[in-house]
């Protein structure tokens, strides 16, 4: 199993926090660290929230560490639209030297989208612009110069495109998909993901059996979608230290920790084989105080080794053959 670090931060951050996060991460051997793509906060109302713009923090983050895997975790497709958004992960691809990965999902937060001009549709219709997106993607990150690139869809259209972002990782940078639909996601995750990011309760067996049934009709190795969850942590040496860190974080964390760890390195230890056991080869270790950066250090030198050899191993990095679409 491969661990990574995912920044959420309850209250936003700013870029130094995030990248001191970052860097923190690369140093206790995670294999990643994404963020979170919002403008509010979980509590739309929380005016001292901090947002900043995930494509624009990676690129900082490509220039401001060497080694480890960045992405985000998940960018809502409605913030983008497929053209920009093929071309702005190549430029962090290029800028990191082939280090980036895609997140993406059909996007959920609608206050969000209310309080920033953002257009939010019912659910058929983003995922509607989610799988035309996918393929546009795709289909621009595979494109040959010279060869006119063209899309007809309900929600997009391109007309003959013929310059192209120019990518490190070959044949693209990995798509991790991330949902909880029962029909849709599993599809989409077979189409055109490396990786199905999806939680482990509600009809978790039934989404993974459909996308391995989806891969095998679609010609596609199920070996070769990986799978990953997100487990919520606030961890200390001691769990009485943990569970202080977690109510100075504010009476709001605890809804989202019911479904993660509070306590020791070896309580989150148990929960990552616990999920071991269910198929995971990927666990977004998600922290909600980035400038905690003993949290990040206390946790990679306890687990990341650990857990390395627990589990099934994550697919490799290779993003799909554009042919496969």
Known sequence: MRLRLLAEPLRGASYGELVAAARAAEAAGFDAFFRSDHYLGTDPDHRQY???????????LAEDTTSIRLGTLVTAS????????????ASVDEMSGGRVELGIGAAWYEAEHERYGIPFQPLKVRYERLAEQLEIVHGL???????????????????GATTFPRLVQSPHPPVVLGGSGPRRTPLLAARFADELNTGTRDGFVERV??????CEEL???????GLSTTVPVCADDTAGG??????????GLDRLLQRGVVGTPADVADRLEQLAGLGIDTVYVHCFDPSDLDQVGLLGEALVDQMATVGP????????????Y
């Not at 990150?141 to 007309?159: D, K, M, N, V």
């Open 78 to 89: 409605t913030f983008r639209l497929p053209g920009p958004l093929a071309m702005a992960v």
């Open 209 to 214: 059996a459909a996308a391995r049934r989806h």
């Open 242 to 251: 943990a569970r202080r860190k977690a109510d100075e974080l504010g009476p």
């Open 219 to 225: 010609g596609r190795d199920p070996a070769s979608l």
């Open 141 to 159: 990150w595979g494109g040959t110069q010279g060869e006119p690139y063209s899309f007809e869809g309900a929600h997009f259209r391109l007309q």
């Open 313 to 324: 191993a994550a697919p490799g990095r290779r993003g799909r053959s554009a042919s496969a």
């Open 50 to 60: 901090r947002p900043t713009d995930a494509w624009t923090t990676l690129g900082g």
